[in-house]
């Protein structure tokens, strides 16, 4: 299957603000994060590899190599920073913003499809070859899908080592890993300790009260991000937006917190997100870049779906994002260049679950209520107002098979429209307008939501050409200020 996008120049900013070498290893001298995930470095003299922000002694120029991931440098025989945690790094914004292949398939593995499928199943979500997605990955990203899901897997066995009490053998199992062995051997080389090594050295570094925290608190994680974040802006959409049932916003403004269900692959969560603006800054950076995150903890019925969990919740939250691109395109405008001022780093949310984001979107906030009320799964046990999940598509496609949104859950049952990471967003567009009763506007919106387009302008509306590819972004800035954005309805995005 050939795609048109593959002969497209590369991104706007890799044109306009070719990062070389030397301005990354300035990026490392000055300790600046905001290349923190964007690229990663490694010493030849330690055997070690850090993000661009990492506090340690910088590394003479002449032994410092430079890699676009963790995977690569980790396939070139470096181990992660335990100072800096590499591996912890917001992840890239560039694969949000790709639509080619090599941007469906990093998104793909993020969401754990090689663990669950393989290589094979990779590429057929793609529609090309094995061979054709590891050699357009190695080239590009400098790793292959295995080893792209290996780092992964590495990531969500050290989460669990230190957040949870589970066996190491289960957590084995739970990343993804095929044995016991592959496990160990793959902890000792990416973090040159044991599972159990690691396990202690964490629990050294813990308060004691959290050291005996019960399991039933969830996995403690946090959700980092680059630069300033709004989240008193995201809370209020969500506070909006909230579906009984399966949402709740609650607590005073600025200490809010976000929880809902999510069915994953293999089974169902209950996660939590606290608002917390305060704490989003840990240490300042040259130019007051700072390094933030939101604290979160998720109820998992099978740890193997932390990889699931966790980048549903990064895309919800639009936490792989690059505000200083943003806002530098954004704030050259005019019109936006005070809402920008007035909030840096505001994001585009994305969406948790992308089918029901669709349905939600088409049928409103009333409706979706009336859908979780009849079809929605109910959890084993109530999490305070939480009781279900969103029904599936196929049980919706069965129980009410006539009008508009009955089409849509039929397309998302049968594969006709696809949503999840890897689509491709110009085929779901198509997809969605085909639908019988389709609105464009609404079409246009769950393009931006569930797919996380962040370059979406209004259908029929000429908007400036300057505020590409952030056109998301700019009208996300209008609709905060509480300027109307033409042809939009609230309930769409309720």
Known sequence: MSDSRQSRPAPW???EGVIDEDTRYEAVRSRDARFDG????AVETTGIYCRPSCPAMTPKRQNVRFYPTAAAAQSAGFRACRRCRPDAAPGSAEWNVRADVVGRAMRLIKDGVVDREGVGGLALRLGYSVRQVQRQLTAEVGAGPVALAR???AHTARVLLQTTTLPVTEIAFAAGFASVRQFNDTIKAVYAATPSELRAGARRGEPAARRAAAPSAGIPLRLAHRGPYQSTAVFDQFAREAIGGIEEVEGPRGRRTYRRTLRLPYGTAVVAVDERPGRAASRPHTHDHVVGWLDARLHL???????SAVQRLRRLFDLDADPYAVDERLAADPRLAPLVASRPGLRSPGAADPDEFAVRALVGRAGAERLVRRYGKALDSPYGTLTHVFPEPAAL???EPHGTHAALATALA???LRLDAGADRDDAQDALLALPGMDPHIAAVIRTRALGDPDVAPPGQDVPDAWRPWRSYALQHLRTAGEPIPGEQEDHRS
């Open 13 to 15: 900013w890799r044109l």
């Open 38 to 41: 964007e690229f990663f470095f």
């Open 151 to 153: 780092a992964q897997r």
């Open 301 to 307: 019925t099978d740890p193997r779906d932390l990889p």
């Open 397 to 399: 496609a069965e129980a």
């Open 414 to 416: 049968d594969g006709t």
